[in-house]
């Protein structure tokens, strides 16, 4: 049986955790969180993006208007919906600062993966850094401008 601190789902600002294999509350819980949306200009190239360049899959493909895909990471850890809404604004993303908001992803070599996501069109916001405990640290923003977190920790936080 999967326990509660295995189907948290955090982002925003730093909540990006969802339990692995978490498809329903469990006995002990009454409420999870289950994704965050974006509202973005062309949800399908970016979704196509984060398949491609971060390892992820996507879980539902809708069609339009509003072309919503629902991606999560290849384990199924953690899910995130893109979609087009003309009806309401489309954030200015390139223009939030990351500190704002930003979508945070471990990794196991941050310069790899850093100087592969270049490669793939993210631009950087922040070099790497590394702080006082030893996690390491970048900020990058995919090609259409979403803060993206990349750490290479001493410790997993789950």
């Given at each position: ?30 409420i999870r969180l289950e994704h965050i949306a974006f509202n973005v200009e062309d949800p399908a190239a970016l979704a196509d993006w984060y398949v491609t360049h971060l ?104």
């Open positions: 049986m999967l326990n509660a601190r295995t189907c948290i789902l955090s982002i925003l600002p730093a909540l990006l955790l969802l339990g692995t294999g978490c498809q329903s509350l469990s006995p002990q819980q009454d390892d992820m899959v996507i879980t539902v493909k809708g069609d339009a208007p509003g072309y919503t895909r629902y991606v999560a990471d290849a384990g199924k850890n953690m899910i995130l919906e893109f979609y087009h809404n003309t009806d309401v604004m489309i954030p200015d993303y390139p223009s939030i600062d990351w500190h704002v908001f930003h979508i945070a992803f471990a990794v196991q070599d941050i310069e790899v993966v850093r100087e592969r996501l270049i490669k793939a069109g993210a631009t950087p916001d922040t070099d790497i850094t590394t702080s006082d405990n030893g996690d390491r640290m970048t900020m990058l923003r995919d090609p259409w401008g979403l803060p993206l977190q990349f750490f290479q920790r001493v410790e997993p936080k789950l």
